[in-house]
């Protein structure tokens, strides 16, 4: 038996997250004769087919299913090569691939962390990328990330809270709503409703399913200044995250609900003692700076 190849691996790793081979060997700029080839090639070096061809789809076999979580260990040992490579002595460079679930955790949450890290490690380089929650889980699974703002909870992974939202309801300036100091849930179904597609959508649905209410959905959208635009035009109420919206917005207002509901976004990663020395040096400092932030709240007390 021939060993097999790093490409050869990678190919696997992403015939998991592909709805075909062809597709899985497309998005690592492989023709579909080459991706063929590969898993072939693979197959052979390891003396046993990986993939069950007879199935609808990408279905591994289940010598593939046991094979799987150590060609991802792999992939994780070899990012932590190449990461310490990077960081050089006292990581004096070095690059950490932050994921985030959303605008919550991007322009509010994530921040006044990577200021204070970048005042401790200059050198070092921060890639913020934003995907949905989903899918940044997904990619801290399949190690292309070792760190990411997500919601909780995430069971199997480790976690450090960083700050709690709750959603509030968006209405237009002027509406009777609007004069009130708390919006009773149920109100919020009388009107157009525009739903966000982004974060929080699975928090506000199962808000109103939670007290058996159904909101009237004229619209549905992603991008947050679309729903504040069509808010303030007096195109419907919304309900967002807090952590999401600007202090002020023109021809909208924001008002808490009545009854309710939070989320905790927080730092995760699938094993703190396997950390990068970069991504440590993060979970390290996100964890002085959540203790800084309860003792401040301490002394306010």
């Known amino acids: ?145 070792e760190l990411a703002a997500v919601t909780l909870p995430k069971a199997d992974f480790d976690t450090q809270t960083l700050a709690v939202d709750e959603l509030v309801a968006v209405l237009p300036v002027g509406h009777p709503l609007a004069a009130l100091p708390a919006v009773p849930l149920a109100d919020m179904t009388h009107d157009p409703f525009v739903l966000t597609r982004a974060g929080s959508q699975t928090l506000v649905t199962q808000l109103f399913a939670r007290h058996d209410l159904r909101p009237r959905v004229t619209f549905e959208v992603l991008q947050l200044m679309s729903i504040l635009e069509l808010v303030a035009a007096g195109k419907g109420v919304s309900i967002l995250a807090k952590l999401a919206l600007p202090d002020r917005y023109e021809g909208v207002v924001f008002r808490p609900l009545s009854p309710g509901t939070s989320r905790h976004i927080g730092l995760v990663c699938l094993n703190e003692s396997r950390l990068s020395p970069v991504a440590r040096a993060f979970w390290q400092e996100t964890r002085r700076y959540q203790a800084s932030l309860k003792a401040v709240r301490g002394t306010q007390a």
């Open 1 to 145: 038996m021939s060993a097999p190849t790093l490409r050869q691996l990678e190919l696997l790793l992403t015939l998991v997250s592909s709805e075909g081979i062809a597709g899985a060997g497309a998005k690592l700029g492989m023709s579909p004769s080459a991706t063929s080839h590969a898993l072939r090639a693979l197959e052979t070096a390891l003396g046993t087919e990986l993939i069950d061809r007879n199935a609808s789809g990408v279905v591994l076999t289940y010598t593939g299913e046991q094979v799987l979580p150590h060609v991802r260990d792999v992939f994780a040992s070899l990012q932590l090569v190449q990461a310490t490579a990077l960081a050089g002595a006292e990581l004096k460079t070095g690059l950490l691939r932050l994921g985030s679930f959303g605008a919550s955790a991007t322009i509010r949450v994530l921040p006044p962390l990577l200021e204070r890290f970048k005042a401790r490690y200059p050198g070092v380089e921060v890639l913020v990328t934003e995907k949905p929650d989903e899918q940044t889980t997904r990619d801290l699974i399949e190690r292309r990330l």
